[in-house]
């Protein structure tokens, strides 16, 4: 288990203080009532452990790629000291076969735009190995809409992701759509969320 719950070993996503609660109010609506929810790419951990309280009902599997991020999260979970929050994953998107063989429910947040299209392909085939059929994978983040005029910010932050690896960058929602149902997920409704943001909802088919 990577880390030890020292404070010094926990990151801070300032954006996470930010879109938390927004992010809660959707997934209201949007989590089942009960079962695992599996968050793909929990970063920091401090999503995990906010949602975990918010949704007691629920449990939260945590998971990420990367071994600093595991620390991280171990570290909140072992200061917010829930029940229903799991020691978090190694779980990379991309990979063929992942560390859990179903839940209830996919949470990906931030991970989209800040990884490779393949992570974003293996996302969806995971989801289609892991889910129920009708049991939600729900995605946040910023994307592009055909002809919905994209904000300066979003292209700002767009041609800087890029910048700094041309793998990266703001998904076309059409192709993250025609990408999830290929893998057997239909797109089911979109929200808009502050700072020109978007919640994606697809279901298992």
Same mark, same amino acid.
């Given at each position: 288990?990577?880390?030890?719950?020292?404070?010094?070993?926990?990151?801070?996503?300032?954006?996470?203080?930010?879109?938390?609660?927004?992010?809660?109010?959707?997934?209201?609506?949007?989590?089942?009532?009960?079962?695992?929810?599996?968050?793909?790419?929990?970063?920091?951990?401090?999503?995990?452990?906010?949602?975990?309280?918010?949704?007691?009902?629920?449990?939260?599997?945590?998971?990420?790629?990367?071994?600093?991020?595991?620390?991280?999260?171990?570290?909140?979970?072992?200061?917010?000291?829930?029940?229903?929050?799991?020691?978090?994953?190694?779980?990379?998107?991309?990979?063929?076969?992942?560390?859990?063989?179903?839940?209830?429910?996919?949470?990906?947040?931030?991970?989209?735009?800040?990884?490779?299209?393949? @992570?974003?392909?293996?996302?969806? %085939?995971? &989801?289609? +190995?892991?889910?129920? *059929? =009708?049991?939600? #994978?729900? $995605?946040?983040?910023?994307?592009?809409?055909?002809?919905?005029?994209?904000?300066?910010?979003?292209?700002?932050?767009?041609?800087?992701?890029?910048?700094?690896?041309?793998?990266?960058?703001?998904?076309?929602?059409?192709?993250?759509?025609?990408? @999830?149902?290929?893998?057997?997920? %239909?797109? &089911?409704? +979109?929200?808009?969320? *502050? =700072?020109?943001? #978007?919640? $994606?909802?697809?279901?298992?088919?």
């Amino acid at each position: 288990m990577p880390g030890d719950g020292a404070p010094a070993e926990k990151r801070h996503a300032p954006a996470t203080l930010r879109n938390r609660d927004a992010i809660v109010a959707v997934l209201a609506d949007w989590l089942p009532v009960a079962g695992t929810v599996l968050e793909v790419a929990s970063g920091s951990g401090e999503h995990a452990v906010h949602f975990a309280a918010a949704f007691p009902q629920l449990d939260w599997q945590p998971s990420d790629p990367d071994p600093a991020g595991l620390t991280s999260i171990a570290a909140y979970r072992a200061e917010a000291g829930l029940v229903n929050i799991a020691p978090p994953l190694a779980l990379d998107a991309s990979a063929p076969e992942w560390p859990l063989d179903r839940a209830g429910a996919i949470l990906c947040i931030n991970m989209v735009h800040i990884s490779p299209w393949e @992570a974003t392909l293996g996302l969806f %085939a995971g &989801a289609a +190995r892991l889910l129920a *059929p =009708a049991a939600p #994978l729900i $995605l946040y983040g910023p994307y592009v809409e055909p002809d919905v005029p994209t904000a300066e910010s979003n292209l700002a932050f767009d041609a800087s992701l890029r910048s700094r690896n041309p793998a990266w960058g703001l998904r076309d929602t059409d192709a993250v759509k025609a990408a @999830a149902a290929d893998a057997g997920l %239909a797109f &089911a409704e +979109r929200r808009a969320m *502050p =700072a020109n943001n #978007l919640m $994606l909802l697809f279901r298992r088919t």
